[in-house]
T-cell receptor, first 109, second 110 residues
Framework: RKEVEQDPGPFNVPEGATVAFNCTYS??????FFWYRQDCRKEPKLLMS???SGNEDGRFTAQLNRASQYISLLIRDSKLSDSATYLC??????????FGSGTRLQVQP | EAQVTQNPRYLITVTGKKLTVTCSQN?????MSWYRQDPGLGLRQIYY???????DKGDVPEGYKVSRKEKRNFPLILESPSPNQTSLYFC?????????FGPGTRLTVT
């Protein structure tokens, strides 16, 4: 079983739609969680951290469910510019980050 | 401007010819790492460094070497490249889960 698993998609949604991705992790001792965004052939960039209490940044909401060992990312009012691959990241202390394989989102006009 | 730079950005080489991909950061980060990204496999960590002269293996270290003689630089060395090392490589630096990635090096080994 992979340490971090994501549905690869693609998720094809119309502009203005709400879309949600989940990411499951296998190690219950995982400490920190993040969402990164990666545009085609570009480097990943930090989108947002995921806190236990959940957090929101504009149209983006991230949540953590430790009991079920998953994190989620909700995007409201999707824009064409949201089209990208979203990577879930889990850390164990300072050592290593483990990336999921990513979920591809395609927002259509 | 805070950034991570990598060179070269593109490289086509032949099996067995030693190569080095350079990585440099100007943010004074202690932690640096190298990843490779392959279709369907996502980003996999090759090596990481917690500080100068401190390096450790990631998930896929075979066939790679690194060194960390200065805080800002973290070169990736392929002593004898093979075709299965054809990939997109990213260098990153940062703190905890907040990592800054370089623009990537697309390597093809024939």
């Amino acid at each position: 079983r992979k340490e971090v698993e994501q549905d690869p998609g693609p998720f094809n949604v119309p502009e203005g739609a709400t879309v949600a991705f989940n990411c499951t992790y296998s190690n219950s001792a995982s400490q920190s969680f993040f969402w990164y965004r990666q545009d085609c052939r570009k480097e990943p960039k930090l989108l947002m951290s995921v806190y236990s209490s959940g957090n929101e940044d504009g149209r983006f909401t991230a949540q953590l469910n430790r009991a079920s060992q998953y994190i989620s990312l909700l995007i409201r009012d999707s824009k064409l510019s949201d089209s990208a691959t979203y990577l879930c990241v889990v850390t164990m202390g300072r050592r290593a980050l483990t990336f999921g394989s990513g979920t591809r989102l395609q927002v259509q006009p | 401007e805070a950034q991570v730079t990598q060179n070269p950005r593109y490289l086509i080489t032949v099996t067995g010819k030693k190569l080095t991909v350079t990585c440099s950061q100007n943010m004074n980060h202690e932690y640096m790492s190298w990843y490779r990204q392959d279709p369907g496999l996502g980003l996999r960590q090759i090596y990481y460094s917690m500080n100068v002269e401190v390096t450790d293996k990631g998930d896929v270290p075979e066939g790679y070497k690194v060194s960390r003689k200065e805080k800002r630089n973290f070169p990736l060395i392929l002593e004898s490249p093979s075709p299965n090392q054809t990939s997109l490589y990213f260098c990153a630096s940062g703190s905890g889960g907040e990592q800054y990635f370089g623009p990537g090096t697309r390597l093809t080994v024939t």
